[in-house]
Each structure stands twice: as structure tokens, then as C-alpha cells.
């Protein structure tokens, strides 16, 4: 069975750091595109960006390029979402979800990571 | 402003079908046969429902339909249940973008 597991709810303080982890289990990690979701209070879902754990291939959508780095390590199966310097603005629901084998779709998901940044 | 255009928001009493509409280009929705719709509840993981169009996965309720017809597809609910109010979202593969998915804005469901 493919699951994707992140890591707890996580409470931070502008300007501090931050890494999210999604591991994944049940199929070949390193053969699947995975990548984050973003989804703001009462807002909808924005694709962040993706990386083929295979080869590190990393992709940003616009909007967050230079925001948050993507990376995985896959002798752990695990991806990651990382801030260097957290906003009040960085507050959401944060969700990985793994392509399908041809890179069209999406088909699973993990349960998600709330992050709030707040003073 | 997202890449597939929804209506914000839908309507319909128990029993009732509704249809829920996703518009793109000919870059994604038209151009080919990999739309999908999820279905998220407050506080939960978004849901698929269908992919590659009108393929409903294992354990989907059969009262949830999809198509295309050119660069719209389409999601269509009958036998509106009290369950199914939730948020829906499309989704499409797109040779526009390196991110290879593009999503809709989402639409709310109200069970009347």
C-alpha cells in the first residue's frame, strides 16, 4: 500500500528556519515525482514544486521559487520542504503528494502538516 | 489566479445531481486525457474521486461522474448526499508548465 507519512504540526516565530518531511512507503521512491502543496486558511490549493528523488530533478512554480527549497534524501524515502526565514504569510496547510508513473496526475497524497508562524 | 478556471461554488438539495465545471486550454484540459477531480473535506487530505477523465478508482461512490468536451471537463454528482458537501478541485497534466499538473481553484459544494 503507497503512504505518504509528514511530519507533525510544527509552531514557529518569524525569521526562524524550518524542514517538513513527507516519507514515503509502499512503492520505488526514487521512481515517482513528489511534490508540495500549499493550502492558505479557507483557501485553495497551490502546487509549490517537485522533485524526482531519482535524480534530484527540482522544479519551482513561479510563486515560490527562491521561497522554500524542495529536496529529498532518498536512501530514506523521505522529501523535504524548507524555509530559511519563516513569514506570518508562510502560515498553511502544507501537503506532499506523489505523481503518478507517467507524471500526469496526482495519486496519492499525505494527511498534511499544518505549519503557523506567528510573534 | 489559478490555471483552470471553477465556479467558486455549487448548489444542489439531497437526491438532486449537480455538474461541476473546469475550463483550461488546449495546453492542458483539451489538449489531453488526464484531468482528475479530488473532493477535501475541512481539515482533511484531499481525496481523489476520478482520474484520467472519468476513471473512477476502486471505493468511489458510482454517483460520481467525469468528461471532457474540448478544453471543459466536467464533474457530475447524483444523488446529491449530505457527505458529498466538500471543497472539489480539478486538476490536468500541461505541457505549459514544468510542474507537469496545473490546478483549478476549487468549488465549494452546498447541500441545500
Known amino acids: 500500500e503507497v503512504q505518504l507519512v509528514q511530519s507533525g504540526a510544527e509552531v514557529k516565530k518569524p525569521g526562524e528556519s524550518l524542514k517538513i518531511s513527507c516519507k514515503g512507503s509502499g512503492y520505488s521512491f526514487t521512481s515517482y515525482w513528489i511534490g508540495w502543496v500549499r493550502q492558505m486558511p479557507g483557501k485553495g490549493l497551490e502546487w509549490m514544486g517537485i522533485?524526482?528523488?531519482?535524480?534530484?530533478?527540482?522544479r519551482y512554480s513561479p510563486s515560490f521559487q527562491g521561497q522554500v527549497t524542495i529536496s529529498a534524501d532518498k536512501s530514506i524515502s523521505t522529501a523535504y520542504l524548507q524555509w530559511s526565514s519563516l513569514k506570518a504569510s508562510d502560515t498553511a496547510m502544507y501537503y506532499c503528494a506523489r505523481q503518478d508513473g507517467s507524471g500526469t496526475s496526482i495519486n496519492y497524497w499525505g494527511q498534511g502538516t499544518l505549519v503557523s508562524v506567528s510573534s | 489566479q489559478s490555471a483552470l478556471t471553477q465556479p467558486a461554488s455549487v448548489s444542489g438539495s439531497p437526491g438532486q445531481s449537480i455538474i461541476i465545471s473546469c475550463t483550461g486550454t488546449s495546453s492542458d484540459v483539451g489538449g489531453y486525457k488526464y484531468v482528475s477531480w479530488f473532493q477535501q473535506h475541512p481539515g482533511k487530505a484531499p481525496k481523489l474521486m476520478i482520474n484520467?477523465?472519468?476513471n473512477r478508482p476502486s471505493g468511489v461512490s458510482n454517483r460520481f461522474s467525469g468528461s471532457k468536451s474540448g478544453n471543459t471537463a466536467s464533474l457530475t454528482i447524483s444523488g446529491l448526499q449530505a457527505e458529498d458537501e466538500a471543497d472539489y478541485y480539478c486538476t490536468s497534466y500541461t505541457s505549459s508548465s514544468p510542474l507537469h499538473v496545473v490546478f483549478g481553484g476549487g468549488t465549494k459544494l452546498t447541500v441545500l
Open positions: 484520467d477523465v472519468s
Open positions: 522533485i524526482y528523488p531519482g535524480d534530484s530533478d527540482t
